[in-house]
Nanobody, 120 residues
């Protein structure tokens, strides 16, 4: 059974930083896609950032220049470095992973979520 275990959430002040981690229970391949989504109260879940196993990244406009997604494939871990945090970054952050095997992507696997709260 695939498991994604997140850590690193918490309460910070405006302008501070947090680093989220997500450990995947299986090996990460170069064509796999890992990402972080978030969901704020009363809002739809949205994509924050994605990274392939080969290191190609994409970011939502709202976090470009402030957040950095990366992966350590040897440790099956995905990171989200969040800097210059704003109150609107407050949300539950979910790690996700799509495995590429046999020329097809698996369904998306999700972590349990970790709360990030940015207070003034």
């Amino acid at each position: 059974q695939v498991q994604l275990v997140e850590s690193g959430g918490g309460v910070v002040r405006i302008g501070e930083s947090l680093r989220l981690s997500c450990v995947v229970s299986e090996s990460i391949g170069n064509d796999d896609i890992m990402g972080w989504d978030r969901q704020a109260p009363g809002k739809q879940r949205e994509v924050v950032a994605t990274v392939t196993g080969a290191g190609v990244t994409n970011y939502a406009n709202a976090v470009k220049g402030r957040f950095t997604i990366s992966s350590d494939n040897a440790k099956n871990t995905v990171f989200l470095e969040m800097n210059s945090l704003k109150p609107e970054d407050t949300a539950v952050y979910y790690c996700n992973w799509r495995q590429y095997r046999f020329r097809a992507y698996s369904p998306t696997y999700w972590g349990q979520g970790t709360q990030v709260t940015v207070s003034s």
